[in-house]
Structure formats: C-alpha cells, structure tokens
C-alpha cells in the first residue's frame, strides 16, 4: 500500500513570496490533516478535512495560509505572502477514521 | 486545553542500556496515545498506539505504558542501540470531531556507540 505522498520536498523562498505544498493521501482515507513542525517543537495542526470539507481550522493564520481537498483527495497548502517565521516542516497525515493517522514524509520550508 | 510534556528533552546514552522517556499530558479525556519517532530531515514513524482502555503496549524492544487517570505514559527502549538513535515523540487523539494529534516537544535521543 502506497503511504502519503507529498511534494516538493524542499523549497526555499523569500519572504513575502508566495509558495504551495502538495499532499497524497493514502487512496480511501476520508481524513487529512495538514501539521506546522517549527524546529524543536512537535507538529502542530493547521487544518484537517474530512472528505473536502473543512473540519477543523481554528489554528490555520487565514491571512497569509489557505488549504483546500478537491473532490476529496489531493490537498494543497499555500502561503501568501511567506514570513520567516512560517520557515518549519509541513507534515501531511490521512486517516481512515481519525483513529490511527499516517504521515507523509514532509516539505521542509525556508523563508529568506 | 490539551498540553503535552515530554521530558527530558534530550538524552544521550551509551549502546546497551535501558532507558525510558516521559509523557505528560493535562487532559485525561483522551481516545489513544501514540508514540511516534522521527529521524533528522524524515516524516513520522508511528511506533506504538496504546488506546485509553489499554495498560501498555509492545513491539520488540519497545514498550509503552499508559497511566490515564495521572495523565502519564512512558516508553521504555531494552538494549538501546545506535539506530534508535532518533527524536521521539508523543501525541494524543481526543477522539470525536475536529481530533487532530496534539504532541509533545519530543525528546532527542543519542545512543553512543
């Protein structure tokens, strides 16, 4: 079974410039969830769909990031404009339930 | 709200020996806790899930407790080796809705050879 793909996985950008992520989750997860890891921090959820609809985003800055599932697969992440402070690991999980997530091997983002 | 601590926030041990790393979590009303490692410039490896009704958890060296009533969990690693070398970390599932993980820091592990 093919696991979460993500892509690019490096990226380094200005800031103020604008920048997308791409997830693959895993085929018939109904879940994804998108997480910030700061260095020395543990990941931190920005937003989690459920299908394509958006369950959860209470920790998603909506002024600079956006995120959507199209018909309830692939997701994107983007950041307009990027900060140096939004310079972490963009982790994409999938879950079938919620129950057990499964992590994709990250985008690591560096804002200049 | 759920906060996680993991303590300590790094460890360096020599090869062979037995060590257990600390979990903290303020909210006892949680679904399972999962231990997850993660190697520099890697994703997350889960390692072991312990559901709130379960004491422990095992899979080979590994061995994960879980006290929900004190909000604890440990992880005990038996004869650590130079690849456990990692950093480890920690993650609560509450369960029921809008139930992404809440994690810990993670404690940074070396295992010297």
């Known amino acids: 079974e093919a696991g979460v793909a993500q892509s690019p996985r490096y990226k380094i950008i200005e800031k103020r410039q604008s920048v997308a992520f791409w997830c693959n989750p895993i085929?018939?997860?109904?879940?994804l969830y998108w997480y910030q890891q700061i260095l020395g921090q543990g990941p931190k959820l920005l937003i989690q769909?459920?299908?394509?609809?958006?369950?959860?985003d209470s920790q998603l800055p909506k002024d600079r990031f956006s995120a959507e599932r199209l018909k309830g697969v692939d997701s994107t992440l983007k950041i307009q404009p990027a900060k140096l402070e939004d310079s972490a690991v963009y982790l994409c999980?999938?879950?079938?339930?919620?129950?057990?997530?499964?992590f994709g091997p990250g985008t690591r983002l560096t804002v200049t | 709200k759920q906060e996680v601590t993991q303590i300590p926030a790094a460890l360096s041990v020599p090869e062979g020996e037995n060590l257990v790393l600390n979990c903290s979590f303020t909210?006892?009303?949680?679904?399972?806790l999962q231990w997850f490692r993660q190697d520099p410039g890697k994703g997350l490896t889960s390692l072991l899930l312990?559901?709130?009704?379960?004491r422990e958890q095992t899979s080979g060296r590994l061995n994960a407790s879980l006290d929900k009533s004190s909000g604890r969990s440990t992880l005990y690693i038996a004869a650590s080796q130079p690849g456990d070398s990692a950093t480890y970390l920690c993650?609560?599932?509450?369960?029921?809705?809008?139930?992404?993980?809440?994690f810990g820091k993670g404690t940074h592990l070396i295992i010297q050879p």
């Open positions: 999980a999938s879950s079938p339930t919620g129950y057990e997530q499964y």
């Open positions: 085929s018939g997860h109904a879940t």
């Open positions: 769909f459920q299908n394509n609809g958006v369950v959860d």
């Open positions: 909210d006892s009303a949680i679904y399972n």
């Open positions: 312990i559901q709130s009704s379960q």
């Open positions: 993650a609560v599932w509450r369960g029921g809705g809008a139930d992404g993980l809440t």
